[in-house]
């Protein structure tokens, strides 16, 4: 696995004074793994000492990367490791009782990334680039004019099966078993963020709107579980 140079930790450069190239990687300070940085999950140092999620990976000041799930860093919190990881990263020696590492992170960093993910849907919604219904989005995909699809959590099987099809046959990649991304998001938040009633399905035709929406959602799957992250590749 590579290790190119990283921003260091407690360099007073924020988000904002960097633009790092897409694909730019980042070092996660509990496993020392380097992962893409669209996919690690920033946690914000206030000069108070208190960690806070930063989902959009934006926030000024001082910030570390993690590459965990959610799981995992509900260990590393038990542990202590993941408040023995900061202070080293930030020299703080034997001054780790400076950190205020809350116990219930993990749920905020969970919240927060869903929130980011649903705030990024409704921007696209308000541009007019988001498909809603179950019946446009059929027809839509079936001419190959779907981008990307998702689909509540707690969507049915046939209703996924359905437009699963329609889109694959709109790539004309039918056998090919693409399906639409299912989201760690029932149809309850997703109706509250978007302003709709009973929101299951959801498709956007534009694809930069695609790759807009893949960052904040990777980073929430990666956190949850769902996909494989930088401490374990």
Not at 199 to 225: E, T, Y
Request: proline share 4%; charged share 30%.
């Amino acid at each position: 696995m590579r290790n190119p140079h990283n921003d260091t930790l407690g360099s007073p450069k924020t988000e904002a004074d960097v633009s790092p190239a897409k694909g730019s990687e980042r070092r996660c300070v509990l496993t020392g793994n380097t992962g893409a940085r669209d996919e690690l999950v920033r946690l914000a140092i206030s000069p108070d000492g208190d960690v806070h999620p930063d989902a959009l990976a934006k926030a000024p000041g001082r910030g570390a990367w993690i590459g965990v799930s959610q799981a995992e860093l509900c260990e590393a919190i038990a542990s202590g490791r993941l408040r023995g990881a900061l202070a080293r990263a930030f020299k703080t020696g034997g001054t780790e009782g400076a950190l205020n590492v809350p116990e219930d992170l993990p749920t905020r960093i969970e919240n927060a990334l869903k929130k980011a993910v649903l705030d990024r849907l409704g921007l696209e919604m308000r541009s007019g680039r988001l498909i809603l219904g179950s019946d446009r989005i059929a027809n839509e995909a079936r001419m190959g004019a779907v981008a990307a699809l998702y689909h509540a959590e707690d969507a049915k099987e046939d209703g996924r099966r359905k437009l699963d099809q329609a889109w694959r046959v709109g790539l004309d990649e039918e056998g090919s078993g693409r399906t639409g991304e299912r989201l760690p998001l029932d149809r309850e938040a997703l109706s509250v963020a978007l302003g709709r009633e009973n929101v299951v399905h959801l498709a956007l035709a534009d694809a930069k709107s695609a790759q807009r929406i893949a960052i904040p959602l990777q980073r929430l799957l990666n956190f949850m579980g769902a996909a494989t992250t930088a401490a374990e590749t």
